[in-house]
C-alpha cells in the first residue's frame, strides 16, 4: 500500500524545495474512508485501493514443521542414489560447463532426453547419426530442441539465459577438438565408449565425470586420474547397467538410472554395450 495521508508519494515528499514546511489540513468528516477517498468515493491518486481483510491463520511451533516443502536441487535427473533420492546434474549453467561420460549410448541419450525436456536446446555431434535419429524426431513434439551435426560441423549456437544449449558429442574413442566449445550457458557433454588415449585430458579438464562399467586395468587407471578410493575404483569393474558413478573434484555418487515407460519404448532397456 501507497504512504499514509499527508506522507511522500512515490518516495517524493509534497510541497515547494526551500519551503518552510506546512500544517497538514484536517480531513473534514469522514473518518478514515474519507481520508482515502476522493469525492464520489473515488480511490485517490497515490494511495491505491483498500486491500482484503482477511482473519489471521496461527499454527502451533510443534505444527511448523508440517508446512514444509521438499525443495531439491536445479538440474536434469538423471536417477536416484543409493537412498532412493532423485540424483540431479545442474548441466545448465551460466559458466561453461564440460562433462565426460565413459559409458554407454543408451545413457548418453537419455542425458540428452531429459535435458531437453528442461527446456535445453541440444545440439548432437555424431558419426552415428542413424542411432540418434529416432530419438531426434520423437523428442519435442515436432519442435527441433534436438538437432544433429556431422563430426565437425556444428554451428553456433546462440545460447543464453533464456536459451541454454547443451552439446553432445558422440565422436567415437578419439573425438577432434570441437568447433562449438563450453560457454555460459552452453554446456558440453563428450562420450567415450571406453578409456581412449585422449581420456585422460578430457577427464582433467572436465567439471563433471561420469563412469560405468570398465576393465578392471581401465578402472585403476580412472581411479589415478580422479582420486578415487580404492573401493570406489574396483567398483567400476562390476557395476551393473544403467549404474553410473558421477565424478566432480569434492564429491563422489554412484547413480542408478530409472527410464520412463516412454523412454524405455524409445530407447529400450538400459544397456552398457550398443
Not at 509534497?14 to 519551503?19: F, H, W
Not at 497538514?24 to 469525492?39: D, L, V
Not at 578409456?195 to 567439471?207: G, N, T, W, Y
Request: hydrophobic share 40%; proline share 9%.
Amino acid at each position: 500500500m501507497g504512504p499514509g495521508p499527508g506522507g511522500p508519494v512515490g518516495g517524493v515528499s509534497g510541497g515547494v524545495p526551500g519551503a518552510a514546511p506546512s500544517r497538514r489540513a484536517r480531513p473534514s468528516g469522514g473518518g478514515r474512508a474519507a481520508r482515502r477517498t476522493g469525492r464520489g468515493g473515488k480511490p485517490r491518486l497515490g494511495f491505491g485501493l483498500i486491500g482484503p481483510r482477511r482473519d489471521r491463520h496461527s499454527a502451533p511451533l510443534d505444527q511448523l514443521g508440517a508446512l514444509a516443502l521438499p525443495v531439491g536441487d536445479d538440474g536434469v535427473v538423471i536417477g536416484v542414489d543409493a537412498e532412493s533420492r532423485p540424483a540431479v546434474l545442474g548441466i545448465n549453467r551460466p559458466s561453461a560447463y564440460d562433462v565426460t561420460l565413459i559409458g554407454g549410448l543408451w545413457t548418453a541419450q537419455v542425458l540428452a532426453l531429459r535435458a531437453a525436456a528442461t527446456g535445453a536446446r541440444v545440439a548432437v555431434e555424431t558419426g552415428r547419426a542413424p542411432a540418434w535419429t529416432a530419438l531426434a524426431q520423437a523428442a519435442g513434439g515436432g519442435q527441433p530442441c534436438i538437432t544433429l551435426h556431422d563430426v565437425g560441423r556444428v554451428p553456433p549456437q546462440g545460447a543464453s539465459a533464456g536459451s541454454p544449449v547443451v552439446v553432445v558429442r558422440d565422436c567415437g574413442m578419439r573425438p577432434p577438438r570441437g568447433r562449438v566449445v563450453s560457454a555460459p550457458w552452453q554446456s558440453v557433454v563428450t562420450l567415450l565408449p571406453y578409456l581412449s588415449p585422449v581420456a585422460p585430458r578430457l577427464l582433467e579438464k572436465s567439471s563433471l565425470v561420469g563412469v560405468q562399467r570398465v576393465s578392471p586395468d581401465e578402472a585403476a587407471q580412472i581411479g589415478r586420474i580422479m582420486g578415487l578410493q580404492r573401493a570406489e575404483w574396483e567398483a567400476l569393474s562390476t557395476l551393473a547397467d544403467g549404474v553410473t558413478l558421477w565424478c566432480t573434484p569434492n564429491d563422489r555418487q554412484f547413480v542408478m538410472t530409472q527410464a520412463t515407460d516412454a523412454e524405455t519404448g524409445l530407447l529400450g532397456a538400459a544397456r552398457r554395450m550398443d
